[in-house]
């Protein structure tokens, strides 16, 4: 009797698996945020079982790409049910649930979007799985971002990358602000681990502009780690007389010097 208790056990954890994976969801926190430039927003809130744990994620997102949300809501003695939705290219987020005093709390389901996971797999980069595809919405990563890496000449992604780029705000925005600049990192990891040791595209435009115009994605890492601002290495290259090699900076500050 143990035995096929067990076994029906085993069967239904399975099947609840199986489902999570096929209707990914989770629970869902609106709050008020402030506006930008005029344009209200939200930061809405993401808790969701991910198989191996529970994932907690929060984005700003503008108030108007949540269709059917009233702003009414969100005032301080707004009461009311909700459902509502929210579109990104790798599938639907759909949420009921009810807010009170401003703030909402509910449930939501995702619906992956079969011909993002199609472009994907064209685009050689791989099949995406639901789960993968609801990491992937929730952090925006669309196919315009993937578009934008193969005109810049990065090297193509898998999908965790693109998932990893996500999570670590290496987007779509931090991508185009350093192409701005004549900057390219080359491949998604790359980005990620730049956008991850805090490497802004307002220090690689001061470095730029002092004629490191050349300096790879792992030197400017390095500099960041060990220090080396923009006004070091003003000071550093006043005293030698000469413009000095990225390793020469790092070595200098990593000694103490100036």
Partial sequence: MRARAAA????????????????????WQVDGAPEVGGVPYVQLTFMNWTGTGTSLQSR???????????????????????????????????????FSGGRGRGEFTFAPDAAFAEGLARRGIGRPTPAQQLSLALHDVGMVYVDELERLGYRRPTVDELIRAGKQGAGLDYLRELAALGFRAGSVPALVEMRGHRVEPGFVRELRALGYASVSPGELVEMKDHGVTPEFVRRANQRA?????????????SRGDG
């Fill in 8 to 27: 029906v056990l085993l069967v239904s954890l399975w099947a609840a698996a199986a489902w999570a994976q096929e209707r990914p969801g989770g629970h």
């Fill in 60 to 98: 700003r997102v503008e108030l108007r790409h949540l269709e059917g949300l009233a702003p009414a809501v969100l005032e301080p003695g707004g009461s009311a049910p909700a459902r509502f939705r929210l579109r990104r290219d790798a599938g639907v987020f759909t949420f009921v649930g009810s």
């Fill in 241 to 253: 007389g000469r413009r000095l090699p990225p390793a020469t900076l790092i070595e200098l500050r």
